[in-house]
DNA sequence: AACGAGTCCTGATCGC
DNA sequence: TGCGATCAGGACTCGT
């Protein structure tokens, strides 16, 4: 599933082949992942505009476009943003496809819907409660002295799911979430108000690898995640808990476990990971 | 406040 | 071979 990196991954390919490139005509828009405005509004408000630099903010990538209004795309769990050549065959759960003056198509794909599509001015879009609040970006400057000294140090959560919370860090879901917390040494279960300031430091330092590591790879790919061409990533091979239950740790050799916490399947080594 | 559970959704996988 | 059950989970809602 998409996240931070994957999404960086994505943005970093698309950027400079949507950069002033003009949206000649929306080709079709599908409503169920249009979530703002209506389709009829969302096609006069894009024909014609051009593209500005696009940007990511956690999970969520942006288009400025020449008109002042933003195209949000959220890739839920199976969504692909790609560059395709028009005459490309358009593949099935396709929901958006834009056609650009250089012949080439953006092609918005999402099997299981997840994603969203939003376009408007970003303050409206904020106000309107379509744009969640984000926590600082484990590749932002602002993520320097993360959490801060705020509620999440003295909060009773399991750090797991303070991972997961994109107000507290935006971007990090669950492949990260564990692959930090096996860099950090950290159990997953542990509640957050029992770590001490080092440890904290030493999970956002990890949260910065892991991502970092993972955007090198351009990507980890098990199932749907493709980047803006539509190639896989290599980070999976680079994995050293998300989907190696019951394998050995690369560490102490000892079996990895699975757990649920806060709704999400977890994995960890018991042994390392204190 | 913070948790679990339910919801959305399709495709891969598994047991029979 | 086929079919039903199960699982995957990001973000959201709802109930406790």
Known sequence: ??????????????????????????????????????????????????????????????????????????????????????????????????????????????????????????????????????????????FVGWPGNGPVRSSGRAVKAVLLDQEVVAGCGNIYADEALYLARLRPTRPASSLSASQWARLGAALTVVMKEAIRRRGTSFSDYRDGFGARGEAYESLMVYGRSGLPCVRCGRSLVARRIAGRTTVYCRWCQR
């Open 1 to 142: 599933m998409p996240e931070l990196p994957e999404v960086e991954t994505i943005v970093r390919d698309l950027r400079p082949h949507l950069r002033g490139r003009r949206l000649a005509a929306v080709l079709s828009v599908n409503p169920l992942v249009l979530r703002y405005p209506s389709a009829e509004s969302f096609r006069v408000a894009a024909e014609g505009a051009v593209f500005g630099v696009l940007g990511r903010r956690g999970k969520f990538i942006h288009a400025p476009l020449s008109s002042g209004d933003q195209l949000v795309v959220h890739l839920g769990m199976t969504g692909t943003l790609t560059l395709e050549h028009g005459a490309e065959p358009v593949r099935a759960h396709t929901h958006l496809r834009l056609q650009l003056d250089s012949g080439q198509e953006l092609r918005y794909r999402d099997p299981r819907r997840f994603g969203r599509v939003l376009l408007g001015p970003e303050r409206h879009l904020r106000q309107a409660g379509l744009l969640p609040p984000l926590g600082p970006d484990p590749l932002d400057r602002t």
